[in-house]
């Protein structure tokens, strides 16, 4: 599966994004979804992910209340609302999909359980 990531840009403290991220090649449904962010230097960290078939959704303490993943099935796509945005939030962001489809509403916040990384698009918040 090919996952690309787009929908981000520059954006004022307190502003809003909306990413999305598009699968070709594969469905998503089934899956564990997440999305995941990096800056230069720092490991890769855990944002969002949301479960199948439940829709469970987990997120990180530095966004719970700020930020909610979605997903279309029928579009094939994974959504990250982005609200309140905050300096530290400035970060490639990326979407993931685990390997296999796991039991259900199988969840994991941890990078290694993911294996297709979709093309990360940069959030930058001013201040």
């Known amino acids: 599966v090919q996952l690309q990531a787009f929908g981000g840009g520059l954006v004022q403290a307190g502003g809003s994004l909306r990413l999305s991220c598009a699968a070709s090649?594969?469905?998503?449904?089934?899956?564990?979804l997440g999305w995941f962010r990096q800056i230069p230097g720092k490991e890769r960290e855990f944002v969002a992910s949301i479960t199948w078939p439940g829709g469970t959704t987990y997120y990180a303490d530095s966004v719970k209340g700020r930020f909610t993943i979605s997903r279309d099935n029928a579009k094939n796509m994974v959504y990250l609302q982005m609200k309140n945005l905050k300096s530290e939030d400035t970060a490639v962001h990326y979407c993931?999909?685990?390997?296999?489809?796991?039991?259900?509403?199988?969840?994991?916040?941890?990078?290694?359980?993911?294996?297709?990384w979709g093309q990360g698009t940069q959030v930058t918040v001013s201040s």
């Open positions: 993931a999909k685990p390997p296999n489809e796991g039991p259900t509403d199988y969840h994991c916040s941890g990078s290694g359980c993911y294996d297709s």
């Open positions: 090649g594969r469905t998503l449904v089934g899956y564990l």
